[in-house]
């Protein structure tokens, strides 16, 4: 019944202007392909721009630039009796600015936030990879919300 239901409403969907972002009008494809992320300095601009390119593509024939400021920092959560930090929290922020190959005109700009956790109460090993997986993690989100605005973008 559900099935059904879904399929009865798409008309009504189509009959209010809803367009689907990879259609052959979307903004998603507007962008596959076409946006050159700018070159990274640390790991997590790496991570940041391996996944804007898992969701978009490398730019063959750039018509846009992206440029992202990005600012993580690390949190102490949970403190143990002994007075040492068990849990943290890995804040992200990314302000980011597509401008327009063409004519260098900004087509959009916004900011993003979001957050992991890791747990430090084993090895300093185990500490080090729970961390590196947290930044892997926090890279994805702000990649995936970064493209998600671009694609709600009116190019």
Request: hydrophobic share 40%.
């Amino acid at each position: 019944m559900s099935l059904y239901k879904t399929l009865l409403a798409l008309p009504l969907l189509a009959a209010c202007g809803f367009a689907p972002v990879y259609g052959p009008q979307g903004a998603g494809t507007a962008l596959q392909g076409r946006v050159l992320v700018e070159a990274p300095d640390t790991r997590d601009d790496q991570l940041m721009l391996q996944q804007i390119e898992r969701r978009l593509g490398r730019a063959g024939d750039p018509a846009y630039g992206l440029a992202i400021d990005l600012i993580v920092t690390r949190e102490g959560l949970a403190i143990d009796a002994d007075g040492d930090i068990d849990r943290y929290n890995l804040l992200g922020t990314a302000t980011y600015t597509l401008t327009s190959s063409a004519n260098s005109a900004v087509v959009s700009t916004g900011t993003v936030t979001n957050f992991t956790g890791y747990s430090s109460t084993g090895s300093t090993v185990a500490t080090l990879a729970a961390e590196r997986d947290a930044r892997q993690r926090l890279m994805t989100a702000l990649g995936d919300m970064v493209v998600d605005r671009l694609v709600a973008t009116k190019l």
